[in-house]
Every structure is written in structure tokens, then in C-alpha cells.
């Protein structure tokens, strides 16, 4: 009996223990809100042929459609549209959370008695982090799943097991079949098997078990014969080479235009764990290379070559790599752990603290991934609302949507009324839509560009996401476009070059909340971190930046400079301050033309101050109008103490140039009669403003009653404007 085919004694709690950590380690991990971006086009199609009681084999939801779809998924998604039927998006959570348990427990019981608990707990583990990084709500979630229990079955006849089990593959590989594109990956792990067994026989190894046996080639063929019977026979079996295509080299649209697409040896350094799986399983077949069957190094070349193509592939490493680390990595540590029972122990903790790294969103926020453990929707990645209001406008038009990612949400919330141009449907769409839709999200990036370029006749509204910020830019400024409605993960413009009607007015209402004292926006709240919740997302910096980056609308950023303002007090976002730097800089050139009235331009204050805070004097230092009011106030150190006029200059520029601390012991220090004491109090209140104390500032600032023809009144009157539009005074209608 060979090293790897030796079995260890049952090893009672502990062996099952370890199956069930790695159940639970495979459910924490999946445990996530949904936020596939391709979950709603499967939705859409599900509930079609739900609706119409058959497949779905054209596209409904399309600018100039296809008469046919080759719709390969059409099986996942009646499913996965009854179970968001019965219990929306937490129900899908669900299936993710039980895919992924059952492969992580089919792995552990199939080599519990080949691997001691720690080890089975150590690789077994890590090949689960790998698989659950793709366990989404898409149909690979099912392929994993397939995947891991056809090598199981297969591997476990090898070994000597019953032959008649694998007949399993015969439903498994109908499933498969039509529901994802890579089903052929159950035949070619099942005839790799077979190859390397007739050659261990061959080389009189003793290692191919019953795999060579009628009984076990015969639900091998019939499995292979079952992947004819699809609704497009011919199509689905030659949807292999489209897939090949698509991630070689002849495809470098596919390649570098699609994220999931690109070459996993290119981004190994965000994928560590996928790297040291396989790096791992090379070592362990190496070593006991003398007792591997031919057909695990059948599928650790195949299945390591496909995930060096593409990221997307990584995944596969999981139940292939998992399983081959764990049996001959058994040989060598079984050893070790004879001699250190207490590794066992030692495993299941470990075990347990990666499940509370999981549940407490500990692991995601180290990896910097912005999963949330939960379930349910994760909806501030989508522009639900915004695809609401365009199914509801009563107007002509489709979408094209920047990122074609985003293109479900709308297929699915924007219908009937509104097609889309092109969404994540790649089968269905050619090479030749996907180059004009890069063409067209480059030329949205410059504003003269996006109004020459030549956009389909059809499309009226562009969709660009909150993280787009050259785009969103350009079409803020572009005289072709104008901004229609934000909501927190988008903003839409429509054409005014349209052939019928004017386009709407925006609507910014929604996202028009008030400050509160706190320093947070009603409504919204404050995200924070807690030990159980390690990585929250900043709902009001992801709409802060948004706002910020629509730079051809004065109204967006004063909202900006709000929202940012919430999310500096969250303190969620490293960047937020700067931001905020940002945010107010801007507002300081649209206020600029009040600088006259003004002792200082207060954005213009506020930048200097946050830059000052966040430890970039240097920079200001470059700023012409500042070298000059460092100067001046030089000078005015020197006046008297008792020039009071000299003094009130300079606490002014200091104000101005971001020292409001400094300022506030100059104007303290000023000699003013009972009746001017109230541009002492003015001051004051603009130094609470720079440092961001905006309501301390506001009610000082109310209580001001300079007399009505001194210049300053106009001053205080501007003020109290600007600082009401910053909190939020002027939200309900007020303006």
C-alpha cells in the first residue's frame, strides 16, 4: 500500500470536528451581502421565463438585440430568481453560504481518514479561502461546488472506493450543463483521472484503482454524453472555444478591458492566498512524487495553467489544489503531528479565530475588500435608485452605462420602458460592442471629446458611476450633457443634442440632507467601526466624492463640501480630510467674486487650515496670494499694541492663511468700543467656521446686529447665507 493510499485510525471528535470547522470557515466566508453587479440581469432573465413559462433564447433587454442568446445560464437563473422569489436577497445570501459549505464539507469528509485534523484543517482551510473569494451569487458558485465533488468521486474510486458512485455525475454534469459555460471542466477532471490511471497501469504502478473498471467508464461516458443535451446542443458544447478565446492572447480587448479577464501572473500580489495554495501543492506532490498517481499531475498542470490565464480562474485552484495538498501533504505531516498531538488543538483555534475574522469583517478589511458579513443587499454599490427614476420619466430614450458592469441594475429596475446599451451579458454581446463601448468611456473623460464622440441613436442617458471621477468631470462640463439625477452610487446625464423633448431637470433633492450638530446628515447616521464590525464603508464620503468631482455644478458642491464634512467626522475614509480640502477649494473660486464684502474668503480659510492640519504647509507656501499675505502679516506683528486697525488686518490674514487658533488670541486681544465689539464676535465666529465648528459658528453668527449701513453688514448677511447653504438650513425650500 502506497504513502498516500494508507489510511490513518478514525480519529474520533477530532477528524469531525475539522469537517465541520471547515463547513463553518466556507459559510463565514460567504456570509456577505450580495454585491455581484450581474445578479440582476440573471434575475431579469429568470423572471421572464418565469413569467412566460419558457427558456429565454433572445434578448428582451438590449439596444439593438440579438434575435438569438445563447443564454447557457438560463437553468441558474429560473433558480436563483424562485429562491428571490421566496426570500429576496438574504435568501440568495443563503445559497451562497450552503454552496460553499457543501463543497467545504464534501472536501473534509472525503479525506478525513487520509490527513491528521490539523493538517486537514490547515489546507483543507485554505483551499476554502481560496474557493469562497468567487462563491457570488453567478453560476461559478455552482461550478466550484460540481467541481469539488466530481474530484471527489473521482479520486475516491481511484483509491478503491465503489465504482457505481460516480453515476452521481450523470445529474451533476445535466445541471452543470446548462447552467454555466464551464461545465466541461467535470469530463476533463474525470477523463484526466482515467488517462492517469491506464498510465500508472501501464508503468505497473499499482495506483488506478477501479477508475479502469466498466463499471466506473461507463457513468463517465454517459456524464459526457448528457453535456449534448442542453437547448442548444451544438452552441453549448462549442461554448468552450468562445470562452478560450476570449482569455488568450488573440482577445487582448477580453484581457485588459475586463477585470475578471486579466492574467492572474499579473496580479498575484492581490491574490496571495491563491499563490501559496498552489506553490504549497507543487511542494507536496513533489515530495512524495514517487507515490502521486499520474492523474493528480494530470490536473495540477491543467487546473494551475488555467488559473495563471485569468483572475477568474484563480478559483478553480481551490477544490483541485485543496484536495491534492491535503492527501500528499498528509504524508509528510502526519508525522510531525504523531509527535505534537496538541497541532490538533492548536488547528481548531486557529480555525475558530478565522471564523471570527469573517463574522467580525476582520479579514475582509486586513485584505482590502469590501465585502460586509451579512445578508442581503449590499445597495449602496448600486444605482438602484437612479435606474428607478429612469424607469418611472416619462421620456424617450435608452442607457448606456460608463462601467457596462453596472448595465443589470437597470435592465432589471429600469424595464420595460428603457433598454440598455450593453451590460456584463458578454456571451451575448461581440468583441466589436465592447471596443466601442471603451471608445466611448474614454471619450467621456475630456468634455471635448464627449461632445464629438458619435453615440448609438437610440441612447439617451449616460450612467456613470460614483467612483468614475474624470468622467464624471467631463460630463458635468460638457454643453451636451446635463445632470439629470444623483443618487449615492451614480449620477445620470442626458443628451440635450436629443432628437425629441428637453431633458429633465435635475433632481438633487434626495441627497439634499441637513448637517446636524453631531457633524453627521440626517438620515444617513454614522458608520463606525466596532469589534464586530470591522469594515464598514462610508456611505457619506462615497457621495461626498461624487458630489465633488461634478465640477460644473455649483449646488453639488455645496453638497460636497456637506457630505465630506460627515465623513471627516466618521473617520472612516483616510482621505476624507483631504477631500474636504478639495471640496472647500473649489466652493473658495465659486465664492470669490464676494470677496470684496468679506475679512476673508472663508473656504479659501478652511483649505489653509486642513492643509495645515494634514501636515502640507509646504504647499501652501507655493500659493502666490499667500507668500504675500505671510509677508504682510510679518509686517503687522510689528505694528502697536493699541493699533487697533493694525491688529484687526492681522488676525484677519492669519485667519486667511489657515491659523485660526492665532487669529482668535489677535482679535482677542483688540481694543473696540462697546459698539464696533460686534466685528470682534464676526471674526470669532469665522475662525470657528475655518476649524469646522460650522454650528458654533452659525449661532454666533445669528445673534449679529451690526448697524445696517456699516459695509460689514453686507459681510454678515453673506455669511449667514453661505453657512446656512453648508448645514442644510436651506434643504426644504427655504432658498
Known amino acids: 500500500m502506497t504513502a498516500i493510499n494508507s489510511r490513518l485510525p478514525r480519529s474520533g471528535r477530532f477528524s469531525s470536528a475539522a469537517v465541520v470547522l471547515l463547513g463553518l470557515i466556507a459559510a463565514a466566508a460567504t456570509c456577505t451581502y450580495v454585491q455581484s453587479p450581474d445578479v440582476f440581469w440573471h434575475l431579469a432573465g429568470g423572471e421572464w421565463m418565469l413569467t412566460h413559462g419558457k427558456v429565454l433564447n433572445f434578448d428582451p433587454f438590449g439596444v439593438e438585440a440579438s434575435p438569438r442568446w445563447v443564454n447557457v445560464h438560463w437553468l441558474f437563473q429560473l433558480i436563483i430568481a424562485a429562491v428571490h422569489i421566496l426570500g429576496g436577497f438574504s435568501l440568495l445570501t443563503v445559497l451562497k453560504v450552503v454552496l460553499a459549505s457543501v463543497a467545504a464539507v464534501a472536501l473534509g469528509l472525503s479525506l478525513r481518514r487520509e490527513a491528521p485534523p490539523a493538517w486537514l484543517l490547515a489546507a483543507g482551510g485554505l483551499a476554502v479561502v481560496v474557493m469562497a473569494d468567487r462563491i457570488r451569487v453567478r453560476p461559478e458558485a455552482f461550478t466550484l461546488v460540481f467541481l469539488t465533488l466530481t474530484v471527489v468521486m473521482a479520486d475516491s474510486v481511484r483509491r478503491g472506493g465503489r465504482a457505481d458512485r460516480l453515476w452521481w455525475l450523470v445529474p451533476i454534469m445535466l445541471v452543470w450543463v446548462n447552467m454555466h459555460g464551464l461545465y466541461f471542466l467535470g469530463p476533463v477532471t474525470a477523463w484526466l483521472a482515467v488517462l492517469g490511471a491506464l498510465l500508472d497501469r501501464r508503468l505497473g504502478r499499482g495506483l488506478a484503482g477501479n477508475l479502469l473498471s466498466r463499471r466506473a467508464l461507463k457513468p463517465i461516458i454517459v456524464a459526457t454524453a448528457v453535456c449534448a443535451l442542453s437547448p442548444w446542443p451544438v452552441d453549448t458544447l462549442l461554448h468552450p472555444l468562445l470562452l478560450a478565446g476570449r482569455i488568450s492572447g488573440q482577445q487582448a480587448l477580453y484581457r485588459y478591458g475586463v477585470a475578471e479577464f486579466q492574467p492572474a501572473w499579473q496580479a498575484l500580489s492581490r491574490h496571495p492566498e491563491a499563490v501559496v495554495l498552489a506553490v504549497l501543492t507543487v511542494a507536496a506532490v513533489v515530495v512524495n512524487i514517487r507515490s502521486a498517481p499520474a492523474g493528480h499531475l494530470f490536473w495540477l498542470a491543467v487546473f494551475t495553467a488555467m488559473g495563471a490565464v485569468a483572475v477568474r480562474n484563480l478559483a478553480l485552484l481551490g477544490p483541485v489544489c485543496g484536495f491534492l495538498l491535503v492527501l500528499h501533504g498528509a504524508a509528510t505531516i502526519r508525522r510531525i503531528v504523531a509527535r505534537q498531538p496538541a497541532l490538533n488543538v492548536a488547528a481548531m483555534v486557529l480555525a475558530a479565530a478565522a471564523i471570527t475574522g469573517y463574522a467580525t469583517e476582520w479579514t475582509f478589511r486586513i485584505r482590502g475588500q469590501s465585502q460586509r458579513f451579512g445578508a442581503g443587499l449590499h445597495r449602496d454599490k448600486f444605482a438602484i435608485d437612479a435606474a428607478k427614476f429612469l424607469g418611472r420619466l416619462d421620456a424617450e430614450g435608452d442607457i448606456l452605462c460608463e462601467n457596462f458592469g453596472d448595465g443589470g441594475v437597470f435592465i432589471y429596475y429600469a424595464r420595460p420602458r428603457r433598454r440598455v446599451w450593453m451590460d456584463g451579458r458578454l456571451e451575448l454581446h461581440s468583441a466589436q460592442r465592447l471596443e466601442r463601448q471603451q471608445r466611448f468611456r474614454r471619450a467621456f473623460s475630456l468634455s471635448a471629446a464627449a461632445e464629438l464622440v458619435k453615440l448609438p441613436e437610440t441612447v439617451r442617458f449616460i450612467v456613470v458611476r460614483h467612483n468614475s471621477r474624470r468622467q464624471l468631470a467631463a460630463l458635468s462640463q460638457s454643453r451636451r450633457f446635463k445632470l439629470i439625477y444623483l443618487d449615492p452610487a451614480a449620477a445620470v446625464f442626458a443628451r440635450t443634442d436629443w432628437r425629441r423633448g428637453s431633458p429633465a431637470e435635475p433632481e438633487l433633492d434626495n441627497l439634499d440632507r441637513p448637517l446636524q450638530a453631531d457633524g453627521l446628515l440626517a438620515g444617513l447616521g454614522a458608520r463606525r467601526r466596532r469589534w464586530w ?203
Open 533 to 735: 464590525r470591522q469594515n464598514p464603508s462610508s456611505l457619506n464620503y462615497q457621495i461626498g466624492r461624487m458630489l465633488l468631482a461634478l465640477r460644473g455644478c455649483e449646488q453639488c458642491t455645496v453638497l460636497a463640501v456637506r457630505y465630506l464634512t460627515a465623513a471627516n467626522t466618521e473617520g472612516l475614509a483616510d482621505t476624507a480630510t483631504a477631500r474636504l480640502g478639495r471640496a472647500c477649494q473649489l466652493r473658495a473660486r465659486q465664492t470669490a467674486r464676494l470677496s470684496a464684502y468679506l475679512p476673508a474668503n472663508i473656504y479659501a480659510a478652511r483649505v489653509a487650515y486642513l492643509a495645515r492640519v494634514l501636515g502640507k504647509d509646504e504647499q501652501l507656501s507655493a500659493w502666490p496670494k499667500l507668500r504675500l499675505a505671510e509677508i504682510g502679516i510679518e509686517e503687522l506683528r510689528k505694528a502697536e499694541p493699541n493699533d487697533t486697525e493694525a491688529r484687526m488686518m492681522l488676525g484677519d490674514l492669519l485667519l486667511r492663511t489657515g491659523r485660526p487658533a492665532e487669529a482668535r488670541k489677535t482679535y482677542a486681544s483688540l481694543r473696540l468700543a462697546e459698539a464696533k465689539q460686534w466685528k470682534r464676535t464676526l471674526r470669532t465666529a469665522l475662525c470657528d467656521w475655518a476649524e469646522g465648528k460650522v454650528f458654533a459658528a452659525i449661532k454666533t453668527l445669528e445673534t449679529l446686529n451690526p448697524p445696517e449701513k456699516h459695509m460689514d453688514a453686507r459681510a454678515v448677511e453673506i455669511y449667514r447665507r453661505l453657512i446656512r447653504q453648508e448645514i442644510g438650513c436651506l434643504a426644504r425650500g427655504a432658498r
